[in-house]
């Protein structure tokens, strides 16, 4: 049976034992008009009924799936001949792949013999059998589950309180998902990183000017020893940043300050919507318009007044990104000056302060918290940006603070540091790991930063 359909048996199962419970409530306190003798209402008994079917059979579920390859693929290569068990891992790896493709009807690299083919039978009939298993164990334990729940139901039997509690540990789990899913990332990221800094001391990559990645595959190769100094991809992405960030702060922020404070209701609901489409667009098609578009204008200006300006420069990928990122900082900034309180601004009104001078000396010192921290948000995602840096500023890993030259930048290096068929033993790939974790520093630290700055002005203007 497929897990979809199961599901869908277990769902209705889960219906009835919700009808069947609350019915059960009803008949226990004597009808509808006496459930006032029962300690919780009739719908919780039914939510307990649910949970008592759903639960332990959707946990079963899942680990049978988790598990299910594992045993599935050791029972198949126990099934084999002494020739293919002794093969090495890595080609009884690829045997294992052939076997599965062939069951699963797939194209198989090489030709079909009578062990692939005996094997894929042998698997499919595990499968079959497995799932089999899998739907009388799921359903068995699912209607166990509604009669225990049935049977407990009772006129003190305190439903609530198990529905309430069962509801905030799997909000709880929720919670413990999302935080261990973060740790598992740093963890991994960590864990790969540490390995290449056996192979490249930490200083020189620090504080290493020349960055060119390849490194020699044979003893006898030269000209690709590596060098993996980051400076050149740190400059490169503050440079970009930087031009970004001039773009869209006085942007973003005046365009807050007009639509909260000086614009009609009217122009506001047209303005806002067609602001907030920018934040739609993916950041490819920002990449095609700074490639197309941008880059030829600012060198073509380049060229009229004799400066050079390189194909692939900073200045397009930042001067587009900015763009890019001017609804974040309004958007931002307008819900931090919104939230000023009203008095406020009537209060500066009343002592005969013009429009102007509260927006200066009032409104605006009171925003100072939220406007700083949109604006820390919006460093973080320019920061990251990829794809407008790739097509835009190039991949030259340059030391320059020219923004006309062609520059790269770290997240643009950890995609092509990770393009293609890898092996994760060596420096070259190693490095994508150890750039992303000055990556995740250094967006750690201005969140951190933002959040601080949050907490203390705000608590000046509550």
């Not at 609804?327 to 009343?350: F, Q």
Request: glycine content about 8%; overall charge neutral; hydrophobic content about 55%.
């Amino acid at each position: 049976m497929p897990a979809t359909t199961l599901s869908i048996l277990l769902a209705a199962i889960a219906g009835a034992a919700f009808f069947l419970g609350k019915q059960r409530a009803f008949a226990v306190a004597g009808g509808p008009g006496n459930i006032t003798k029962l300690h919780s209402l009739p719908g919780y008994h039914g939510y307990f009924a649910i949970l008592c079917a759903l639960l332990p059979s959707m946990l079963i579920l899942v680990l049978w799936l988790v598990v299910e390859p594992r045993v599935l693929t050791a029972l198949t290569i126990q099934s084999l001949p002494d020739a293919q068990r002794s093969m090495a891992p890595s080609e009884l790896d690829l045997l294992v792949n052939n076997i599965r493709n062939l069951a699963a009807g797939d194209v198989v690299a090489g030709e079909v013999n009578a062990v692939l083919t005996n094997a894929s039978q042998r698997i499919q009939e595990l499968q079959e059998t497995s799932r089999r298993l899998l739907a009388v164990t799921c359903i068995g334990i699912a209607l166990l589950g509604a009669t225990v729940a049935w049977r407990r139901i009772s006129r003190a039997f305190r439903a609530r309180n198990q529905v309430e509690s069962v509801i905030t540990g799997l909000l709880i789990a929720a919670s413990s998902i999302a935080i261990l899913t973060t740790l598992g990332i740093v963890m991994s990221v960590l864990f790969e990183a540490i390995r290449f800094f056996r192979e490249v001391p930490l200083t020189d990559f620090l504080f290493g000017l020349e960055w060119s990645p390849q490194t020699a595959i044979r003893a006898d190769q030269v000209g690709s020893s590596g060098s993996f100094g980051a400076v050149p991809l740190f400059t490169g992405t503050l440079l970009i940043t930087a031009i970004a960030m001039f773009v869209a702060v006085p942007v973003g922020l005046m365009t807050a300050i007009f639509l909260a404070e000086y614009s009609s209701k009217r122009i506001r609901d047209v303005a806002k919507p067609l602001l907030e489409i920018l934040a739609g667009i993916p950041t490819v098609v920002y990449g095609f318009f700074a490639a197309l578009t941008v880059a030829p204008a600012i060198r073509n200006a380049g060229e009229a007044v004799g400066i050079s300006v390189a194909s692939e420069s900073a200045l397009a990928a930042g001067l587009v990104m900015g763009i890019m990122i001017i609804p974040l900082v309004s958007s931002l900034s307008d819900d931090a000056i919104n939230a000023v309180p009203r008095a406020m601004r009537d209060g500066a009104l009343g002592l005969g302060s013009t429009r102007s001078e509260t927006m200066k000396r009032v409104i605006l010192p009171a925003a100072l918290p939220g406007i700083v921290g949109g604006i820390l948000l919006a460093v973080s995602r320019a920061i990251g940006e990829t794809m407008i840096v790739v097509m835009a500023a190039g991949l030259s890993a340059n030391l320059t603070a020219n923004p006309f030259e062609a520059v790269t930048t770290v997240t643009v290096q950890i995609v092509t540091l990770l393009v293609g068929d890898q092996e994760f033993d060596s420096a070259k790939t190693l490095a994508a790991f150890a750039l992303g974790l000055i990556l995740f520093v250094v967006t750690l630290g201005l969140n951190v930063v933002g959040l601080r700055v949050v907490r203390k002005y705000r608590e000046q203007y509550d």
